[in-house]
DNA sequence: CGATTCTTTGAAAACAGTCAATCTGTGTGG
DNA sequence: CCACACAGATTGACTGTTTTCAAAGAATCG
């Protein structure tokens, strides 16, 4: 399954064999069964989770016990709280399986490592962090300026592969909005 | 005005003379008069902005016309369009002064060039984005997960020093809520 | 002071949330 | 293979919230 991040990262950077050998020999392997956690809120986040199969969700739970999905992750995504593993601090996010999963795993030290050695791939992972900025205040404007049913659309476009892999009411609490008025939304547009 | 920015700097990272030194030469200072723009959409955004005094806001029209507020900046924040700053596309938001203010300006080509030679300041700025990224997840799961009055609670509770300095109209748009609405939850509260 | 911008209010309409019931599809055990 | 249980999705009726539009009050600035 390493084949998967090493094609995904030669892609995005020009790295030595030697270099990509560093990388995966840091690194853990491992599956993960549907519904499965890769973190509790409570917890510090203490890896940095490469997604080679499956899907998974980031969410958290409110005051009254209702869970918000932050956000989704499929085949070549990145999963971790960067507030948590940045800064040592309890997570307040949970991160599960939507599905039977691979993850490729470095925990905190040996990324560290890995990024201090590798300019590559600490380039690399300077451009990611920036990218991730980047969509979150896209996705900041598209719930300040557009309703419900615009943010549907959008990320039907935008994340078709998501959308056929994970249920409604998760996209809905992904939009900010009920499972009913999703389902509302969905058959307005028919 | 440099002087702020030292202050700012060094409060945060440890850093020589010599180093700041070469961060001021590379810098201009520009006074901004209140409603000037710092970036209009349509351009590319080809500078790096800290704000040594002042308010700003970046904003963003919409298809209608409307225009919505992504975010706020006061003294010691940075402002930039980071997508269309480090990809080279076309900004699709404009950045205005909220009043008389003082910019501390880099280029990119400049800013480039003080990321090379300083770690220091380099490794400053990796930590900014990566806490810009933070952020901003915290305000997606604000507005997925609370309603209008506990998102202006929050932002009342966050940003106080904001709030007494822009317009409720634009704290509305920040919020995701019309001018009326704010209006009327800040009655309810009474 | 007048002009402009900002904020508030009222009333109606549009929109979204809740609750409870039903429908659909999937998978398991008999 | 069927029946059942279960999770997910949808619907209807109702309630509550937010928007919109128009108008009227404040506040600010030249």
Redesign the interface.
Known sequence: MFEVFEKYLRTLVDISDEEINCIRTASTIKNIKKWQSLLHDGEVCKSMFFIADGCFRLY?Y?KEG?D???RFGIENWWMTD??SY?SGNLSKYNIEALAKSTVIIWSKHSWDELQATIPAFKKFY?QL??R???T??????S????PAEERYLEFLKTYPKIFNKVPLHMIA????ISRETLSRVRRDLL
């Open positions: 958290r409110d209702t918000h999905t932050v960067q507030e940045n300077e962090v920036a991730a900025f980047e979150s205040q896209q996705r900041i404007y719930l300040i300026s557009s609490s992904y939009l900010g």
